[in-house]
DNA sequence: TGTATTGATCGGTAATTTGCGATAAACTAT
DNA sequence: ATAGTTTATCGCAAATTACCGATCAATACA
């Protein structure tokens, strides 16, 4: 991307949900939330366990679906506990639903 | 991503969801699919008066949503008209629609 | 005060993505 | 054959992403 200038291309609501579908771009992320899925809530090393990736690596994708706003992180020293974000979850859910349905049948 | 050998980290279904969702993770490939979505159809030219960027940036990102299997294209020529491939919309419907099922409530 | 634990962050490399202009390809029409 | 139309593709630069090992920060505990 090398815009500069108003930036004005995009619609407010498309920059949104390709935020959104960015943050689901990779199976490490899908696995996460699908994890997370069933247990409520996990800490970092639970996740360390369960995907054969580097600590470090985790931890940036951790970051990016809390950048994307899809989960929070509560700092429960020395570990962090992660959950999903319900309320962006239900917005993502929301914004997906609506762009496969105005997609339908055409 | 540099990982080469095995490649069996990730589940199939967690790698076609993450597939979509890079095909719906920028803005103007999101705009493009609601553009179909009211059109039925449409040819490129129509998108490149829609859209403020190069033509071959919209061709570009047309090709990225067909390699996703999102749309399809048939040669007209000169021209290429594109819909939305309404049985992989459905299927990435579906994925989008399971995953945040599993998300809710937790 | 030191030691251990957990997880974020830094620094680096490789790969991928995004954008553009220029050009090629596939036709139609003259 | 030539010219025009439409769209894909190429080649390039800049930005971003993905991955790792190493290190730092925060806290608990001995």
């Given at each position: 991307m090398q815009r500069t200038a108003a930036e004005q291309v995009y619609c407010d609501h498309e920059e949104k949900l390709a935020r959104?579908?960015?943050?689901?771009?990779?199976?490490?992320?899908v696995r996460i939330l699908e994890f997370l899925g069933t247990q409520a809530c996990c800490f970092t090393g639970q996740l360390t366990e369960?995907?054969?990736?580097?600590?470090?690596?985790?931890?940036q994708h951790l970051k990016e679906l809390k950048?994307?706003?899809?989960i929070q992180g509560d700092v429960m020293p020395p570990r962090v506990k992660y959950c999903i974000n319900q309320q962006a979850m239900a917005e993502a859910e929301q914004?997906?639903?609506?762009?496969?349905?105005?997609l339908r049948h055409t």
């Open positions: 959104y579908a960015k943050a689901l771009a990779h199976p490490i992320r369960e995907i054969p990736l580097a600590q470090s690596t985790i931890s950048e994307a706003g899809l914004m997906f639903f609506h762009l496969f349905q105005r």
